[in-house]
């Protein structure tokens, strides 16, 4: 009953190895890109808020609100 | 076309990047937190003015805000036990473009480095590095863990790096 419980609760990412978009795990296809290869392996990570504002968004090339992984 | 230079110029002055100290290890968890709480705002019609949020790669315990001002930050975090404080002063855009812009992993590896691989039948096993293909984003590996001499080619995503040749 408690691994059940603590397995719901920890939810595991995964990047876009083209357009580095992190998703759940449990996605199949990348909403950014729509490519199908993901890693687990990725490190550090941008939340984009406002991708127009955002001078970081511009420097990463990221047009779509959510997190990107900075190394994949 | 002078008054819309001045206005960008104007909108760039006004962008900061405050760097916040978090409990090592916790930085994901308060960058979901910040992003959710400026979700929030957002959605009842209020900007808090914060644009992006860094959780850089290599540094453990400090994560970077974009935002119109500190003030709407501290603001923020406030209560926040996983937020240790604010580090004085703000960043420049060029410390953060080196922070953000980093090489792809197979760039970093090369042979003579010890890799562990994370998934396949080899899972859990040390590996040497003995070539990079970067055009098929394959390595070449030499299985230390084994008894006889082992190579195989592994696609990049499946391996880590533990120890660089340096």
């Known amino acids: 009953m408690s691994s059940r419980r603590s397995r719901s609760k920890k939810v ?6 083209r357009c580095r978009y992190i998703v759940p795990s449990d996605v199949k296809q990348c909403p950014v890109c729509g490519s199908t290869t993901f890693t687990d392996n990725w490190k550090g990570m941008v939340i984009v808020i406002d991708p127009e504002k955002s001078e970081i968004a511009k420097i990463i090339e990221a047009k779509v609100p959510g997190r990107y992984a900075i190394r994949v | 076309m002078v008054a819309e230079r001045e206005a960008k110029k104007k909108r760039r002055e006004r962008r900061e990047f405050i760097l916040l100290r978090t409990v090592a ?3 994901d968890i308060v960058a979901f937190v ?6 929030e705002l957002l959605k009842a019609g209020q900007d808090p003015g914060i644009y992006s949020i860094v959780v850089p790669a290599d540094i453990k315990g400090y994560i970077v805000v974009e935002a119109k001002n500190i003030h ?8 926040f036990s996983y937020v240790k404080g ?4 703000v960043l420049k855009l060029k410390e953060i ?12 590896i090369k042979p003579g480095d010890i890799v562990e691989i994370i998934s396949g039948p080899f899972r859990g096993m040390h590996a040497r590095v ?6 098929r984003q394959e390595i070449t590996l030499e299985i230390l863990d084994a008894a006889f001499p082992l190579e195989l080619k592994v696609p990049v995503e499946q391996i880590r790096p533990v120890k ?3």
């Open chain 1, 12 to 17: 595991t990412y995964k990047a876009c190895t």
């Open chain 2, 86 to 89: 604010r580090v004085p002063g």
């Open chain 2, 97 to 108: 473009e080196k922070m953000v812009r980093t090489k792809p992993f197979i760039e970093l």
């Open chain 2, 130 to 135: 003995t070539d990079v293909n970067r055009v």
């Open chain 2, 164 to 166: 660089s040749k340096g």
């Open chain 2, 34 to 39: 910040i992003e959710d709480k400026v979700k």
């Open chain 2, 25 to 27: 290890g916790k930085e």
């Open chain 2, 72 to 79: 709407t930050v501290v603001e923020l975090v406030k209560g």
